[in-house]
T-cell receptor
Framework: NAGVMQNPRHLVRRRGQEARLRCSPM?????VYWYRQLPEEGLKFMVY????????ESGMPKERFSAEFPKEGPSILRIQQVVRGDSAAYFC????????????FGQGTRLTVV | AQSVSQHNHHVILSEAASLELGCNYS??????LFWYVQYPGQHLQLLLK??????LVKGIKGFEAEFIKSKFSFNLRKPSVQWSDTAEYFC????????????FGTGTKLQVIP
């Protein structure tokens, strides 16, 4: 059973470009969470999605950021018109949504905005 | 809202020294507690978790943590650290009654000197 898969592992974008980060949850998991880790800061919750639904986006910046988890395919975190301050590691986690409360994390995507 | 506090931001120890990292959470209900480790340049890995039962939890690599409900604490311990334990350690909480949104502490960077 493959773990949570994120790609790309490293992404470099120029200011103003779009960044698309992908997350494939573990098999059987229908819940996806995105976290951002800024340099010298902890992990901050961004958004929680179930298939085709955004459940909690309280941690998402109001502009330029969006997330989706379609019926088929991976979850996508999209950052439009990136700025230097978006440079961070973005981690995705998945959970089955039932049973014991635990989230499994992917290896992260390190976004660098130049 | 729930929150997690890690009091030590940066800890430096010599090899073979004992380790204790503090973690306190603020939430009056039932919680599930976790410690994650992030080695330099790598993703989050689960060290140990507490759901219920014996409040002394043993994890991987010789780590353990004790849940003290009256103190809202879940401190991480290791009797004798190694150079390879150099990493960042995150305490985390999931509310037992809610979905698996993980709230992290700000992390503690541990540096073990050979």
């Amino acid at each position: 059973n493959a773990g949570v898969m994120q790609n790309p592992r490293h992404l470099v974008r120029r200011r103003g470009q779009e960044a698309r980060l992908r997350c494939s949850p573990m098999k059987g998991h229908s819940h996806v969470y995105w976290y951002r880790q800024l340099p010298e800061e902890g992990l901050k919750f961004m958004v929680y999605l179930q298939k085709e639904n955004i459940i909690d986006e309280s941690g998402m910046p109001k502009e330029r950021f969006s997330a989706e988890f379609p019926k088929e395919g991976p979850s996508i975190l999209r950052i439009q018109q990136v700025v230097r301050g978006d440079s961070a590691a973005y981690f995705c986690a998945s959970s089955p949504g039932q049973g014991k409360k635990e989230a499994f994390f992917g290896q992260g995507t390190r976004l660098t905005v130049v | 809202a729930q929150s997690v506090s890690q009091h030590n931001h940066h800890v430096i120890l010599s090899e073979a020294a004992s380790l204790e990292l503090g973690c306190n959470y603020s939430y009056g209900g039932t919680v599930n507690l976790f410690w994650y480790v992030q080695y330099p340049g790598q993703h989050l890995q689960l060290l140990l978790k507490y759901f219920s039962g014996d409040p002394l939890v043993k994890g991987i690599k010789g780590f353990e943590a004790e849940f003290i409900k009256s103190k809202f604490s879940f401190n991480l311990r290791k009797p004798s650290v190694q150079w390879s334990d150099t990493a960042e350690y995150f305490c985390a909480v999931i509310l037992s009654g809610g979905y698996q949104k993980v709230t992290f502490g700000t992390g503690t960077k541990l540096q073990v000197i050979p």
